[in-house]
């Protein structure tokens, strides 16, 4: 064991450059691999945290939801949700803060 120790430490002073850009390497490779594994592990807490707050505190109304129909729709079917009751419902309502109507082909959403 002592004769391979002392092998290897001479074979490191003959080839000195060689030796030298080899740990540099596998330094280097230590270090980006680490870094790389702490980027991510960052990323991926900023990511989930993103993700928590995503669609907290918003409601989604949809006029042609078969449990809406009777109360939202007219006689004929279509959905007699406007513009309109959007601002009406932000206007009157001190919990919502931001409303924004859009349009389906099942009418407004």
């Known amino acids: 064991m002592k004769e391979a120790f002392l092998q290897s430490l001479q074979n490191l002073r003959a080839n000195k450059l060689e030796s030298c850009l080899t740990m540099f390497g596998i330094l280097w490779a230590w270090c980006r691999s680490s870094s790389c594994r702490r980027w991510a592990r960052a990323f991926s807490k900023r990511n ?7 669609g907290k505190n918003i409601g989604i109304v949809w006029a042609d939801a078969p449990a809406c129909r009777p109360a939202v729709n007219g006689p004929d079917g279509k959905s007699r949700l406007r513009s309109d009751d959007a601002r009406a419902l ?9 409303v924004s109507p859009s349009c389906s082909e099942a009418g407004f959403v």
């Open 90 to 98: 932000q206007a009157e309502s001190a919990m919502v803060a931001v």
């Open 48 to 54: 989930d945290k993103v993700l928590l707050e995503l």
